[in-house]
């Protein structure tokens, strides 16, 4: 139990463009959900909190206008990265806490901008 | 701020024992531990909550000490499969800190035949 999927697992885009990243709670429901970005051989960094019906919550020195998080539902929430540039290129991971107290990631979602 | 972990990296051979501390500057409401393996998004190993517990499961092992604000894995008898790398995730208490993970920078764990 307490599956997150994540979508796509990896994403080559062009200098310019916009990628959206989606994850959904499968089988609980979500009102919180984490974005990571994690750059090789480095730890996860928190990116932002993710909160149901409401605004995310960014942490310091992370871009809002870049990185638009929409968390719709209680099931779903999603990162977009918009005009993307090389330096963003990295391994981006969602979790959320799950009913048992431990938090689920994602299968992470692997950006190359080229 | 990051909590520290310690070692960066250890090599054991298969059936050796290893200790992964983690420890912090600032007051903890539960620790959590996690292997990723190269490519692969972290999994969840156990989450200890204050009060100095001491979890395991099987041959992997935690305890938390809240008075001294560290954490320390036992891996004992590794197998091949545990190679990865470990990182603790702390969580603060109640306010804007709440649910969020501070991850340390992580040890990697080569276990050899």
């Known amino acids: 139990g307490a599956v997150v999927s994540q979508h796509p697992s990896w994403v080559i885009c062009k200098s310019g463009t916009s990628v959206k990243i989606e994850c959904r709670s499968l089988?609980?429901?979500?009102?919180?959900m984490f974005w990571y970005r994690q750059f090789p051989k480095q730890s996860l960094m928190l990116m932002a909190t993710?909160?149901?019906?409401?605004?995310?919550?960014?942490e310091q020195g992370v871009e809002k206008d870049k990185f638009l998080i929409n968390h719709a539902s209680l099931t779903l929430s999603t990162l977009t990265v918009t005009s993307a540039h090389p330096e963003d290129s990295s391994f981006y991971i969602c979790?959320?806490?799950?009913?048992?107290?431990?938090?689920?990631f994602g299968s992470g979602t692997r950006l190359t901008v080229v | 701020q990051q909590p520290v972990q310690s070692p960066q990296a250890v090599i054991l051979r298969e059936g050796e024992d290893a200790v992964i501390n983690c420890s912090s500057s600032?007051?903890?409401?539960?620790v959590h531990w996690y292997r990723q393996k190269h490519g692969e998004a972290p999994v969840f190993l156990m989450i200890?909550?204050?009060?100095?517990e001491q979890k395991g499961h099987e041959k992997i092992s935690a305890s938390f000490n809240e008075k001294k604000q560290q954490s320390s894995l036992y891996l004992t008898a590794s197998q091949l499969s545990y190679s990865g790398t470990y990182f603790c995730?702390?969580?603060?208490?109640?306010?804007?800190?709440?649910?969020?993970?501070?991850f340390g920078q992580g040890t990697i764990l080569t276990v050899h035949p």
């Open positions: 200890l909550l204050k009060g100095g």
């Open positions: 979790s959320a806490s799950t009913p048992t107290g431990g938090y689920t």
């Open positions: 993710s909160n149901e019906g409401s605004k995310a919550t960014y």
């Open positions: 995730g702390l969580a603060g208490g109640g306010g804007t800190s709440y649910g969020k993970l501070t």
């Open positions: 089988d609980f429901q979500a009102t919180t």
């Open positions: 600032k007051a903890l409401y539960s």
